[in-house]
């Protein structure tokens, strides 16, 4: 008898929505504008609380920062220039 191959993991759809608005952020960015890196300091307790709320959300550091600062934007309608449409929110994937 062969061996069973373990089933491979379930792709993480929070993960994956997570890289599609990063995808979709680099795409309106060269689209419209170009990149700019910015550098924030946050005090200890802040970035421990970004990081448990990323990992509950399976997303990175990273990405839950740049979705939280659309999301909010997104609702600001003076913030978003006329020749930029807003991001639309990323979809699940089929089957999940």
Do not use: C
């Not at 990405?63 to 003076?78: A, F, N, Q, R, T």
């Amino acid at each position: 008898m062969k061996p069973k191959k373990a089933a491979a993991p379930e792709p993480n759809a929070k993960s994956d929505d997570a890289s599609a608005l990063d995808e979709e952020l680099l795409t309106l960015s060269r689209t419209n504008r170009e990149l700019h890196r910015v550098n924030v300091d946050f005090p200890k307790w802040v970035v421990n609380t970004i990081d448990v709320e990323a990992r509950r959300q399976g997303v990175t550091r990273q990405s839950l920062i740049k979705m939280w600062i659309v999301d909010h934007l997104d609702k600001l309608p003076e913030a978003r220039p006329a020749e930029q449409p807003a991001a639309e929110p990323p979809t699940a994937a089929a089957g999940s």
